[in-house]
């Protein structure tokens, strides 16, 4: 979800240079990063909605991106809602603190997209990806990464390799095919590392599906 250029060390270096402070600082980062990559985490069950009518998956989400949109409005008019309204500033990185996060948004849209375009099959390869792939790829290289080479636009390779394995690893156990596995992951993984900010979250479940769509009919 989103760029990690506002690495974890950019963070902690504007913190004084006290041992526990710094701790302190990673601590935090990493609790706001787990729980935006929960968010990731929790859309791979919209395909199990999608058992009981896509529809009524689609409907789920988007009344989640509503639901979502609705309290990070109130939360940048300076309106406090009980508990919710601390979920989503966690949620918020230091870029999103003053401004919409748009992250979980196109998280939902992603995925819901997903289920319009393709057959469940293919759609659930792609909304894996982007749970555990793209989820993984930023909490590594966000809290580990450290080798950031020019044409992954910023990402790390650590990242990267996270993106790769956690979507070969869900997609095999979903289809007992490595074949539609490895290709998922190379796909992913291209389509993780593009400078799409936010709207990777639409891109790469997408992308992925259309690769997996071809495999999965053979």
């Keep these: 979800m989103g760029m990690e250029k506002a690495s974890l060390g ?89 401004r919409f996060e748009l992250g979980p948004v196109t998280l939902g849209l992603g995925a819901a997209l997903a289920l319009l375009l393709f057959p469940l099959p293919a759609a659930t390869v792609g909304i894996l990806a982007a749970a555990f792939g793209d989820g993984f790829a930023g909490l590594v290289g966000r809290l580990l990464g450290r080798v950031r080479p020019a044409f992954l636009f910023g990402k790390s390779v650590e990242g990267s390799l996270a993106c790769l394995a956690a979507t070969a690893i869900a997609v095999y156990l979903f289809t007992r095919s490595p074949a539609v596995a490895l290709t998922a992951a190379v796909v992913a993984t291209i389509a993780e590392a593009l400078p799409l900010e936010d709207y990777d979250n639409i891109a790469l479940p997408l992308v992925v599906a259309l690769a997996a769509q071809g495999l999965l009919a053979a």
């Design 10 to 98: 950019k963070t902690i270096a504007l913190l004084p240079a006290g041992g526990a402070g710094r701790q302190d600082a990673v601590s935090a980062v990493s609790k706001s990063e787990a729980l935006r990559k929960s968010l990731h985490f929790l859309v791979a069950l919209s395909p199990a909605l999608a058992f009981a009518g896509v529809p009524f998956a689609v409907m789920s989400l988007l009344a989640g991106v509503v639901f979502y949109t609705l309290m990070e409005l109130l939360r940048l008019s300076g309106i406090k809602v009980p508990v919710v309204s601390t979920l989503t500033m966690m949620v918020s990185r230091e870029r999103g603190a003053r």
